[in-house]
T-cell receptor
Framework: KNEVEQSPQNLTAQEGEFITINCSYS?????LHWLQQHPGGGIVSLFM???GKKKHGRLIATINIQEKHSSLHITASHPRDSAVYICAVRSDGGSQGNLIFGKGTKLSVKP | NAGVTQTPKFRILKIGQSMTLQCTQD?????MYWYRQDPGMGLKLIYY???????DKGEVPNGYNVSRSTTEDFPLRLELAAPSQTSVYFC????????????FGEGSRLTVL
């Protein structure tokens, strides 16, 4: 079993829909990252969380440390949100360098 | 402010050839990382560095070497390329290791034939 599991693997939505992507992990963590990988391949950091909730524009990220679960929400989705969304955790028992990455959720938003 | 710059973006190698992927960051970050991304898989850490002169192995270091002579540069060397090294490689940096935001390069797509 992977230490970081994302669901769904693929998601197709209509423009304007509210989207939720889930990330579950099985290790103790010190931080969780949400990343966005554009169709061209570049990766950008969206959020870094260690507790609670963060909001940036139409994106909201939440984390529940007790349940080992995080969600990324996109409100009023738009075709430009189409990308792969990646969850990554920094294990509190791991080496300094290592993040554990999920396999990503591919989101496609149709106009 | 260029961020993290990787070169080349694309490269085709023959089995047994060697090459270096270059990575430079201009944010004065101490922490730098090399990852590989294979289709359908999460990114895997190859090597990382916590500062100039200090490097350490990640999860998948075999077949690769790194050096960190300056804060800015963190090149990844592939020795004796093998088809298993066909992948997309990403360099990344951060200011802090635990709570630092990650900044990624654009990626380098390498094919070994």
């Amino acid at each position: 079993k992977n230490e970081v599991e994302q669901s769904p693997q693929n998601l197709t939505a209509q423009e304007g829909e509210f989207i939720t992507i889930n990330c579950s992990y099985s290790v103790g963590i010190s931080a969780l990252h949400w990343l966005q990988q554009h169709p061209g391949g570049g990766i950008v950091s969206l959020f870094m969380l260690s507790s609670g909730k963060k909001k940036h524009g139409r994106l909201i990220a939440t984390i529940n440390i007790q349940e080992k679960h995080s969600s990324l929400h996109i409100t009023a989705s738009h075709p430009r949100d189409s990308a792969v969304y990646i969850c990554a955790v920094r294990s509190d028992g791991g080496s300094q360098g290592n993040l554990i990455f999920g396999k990503g959720t591919k989101l496609s938003v149709k106009p | 402010n260029a961020g993290v710059t990787q070169t080349p973006k694309f490269r085709i190698l023959k089995i047994g050839q060697s090459m270096t992927l270059q990575c430079t960051q201009d944010m004065n970050h101490n922490y730098m990382y090399w990852y590989r991304q294979d289709p359908g898989m999460g990114l895997k850490l190859i090597y990382y560095s916590v500062g100039a002169g200090i490097t350490d192995k990640g999860e998948v270091p075999n077949g690769y070497n790194v050096s960190r002579s300056t804060t800015e540069d963190f090149p990844l060397r592939l020795e004796l390329a093998a088809p298993s090294q066909t992948s997309v490689y990403f360099c990344a940096s951060s200011y802090r290791v635990i709570t630092g935001e990650l900044f990624f390069g654009e990626g380098s797509r390498l094919t070994v034939l």
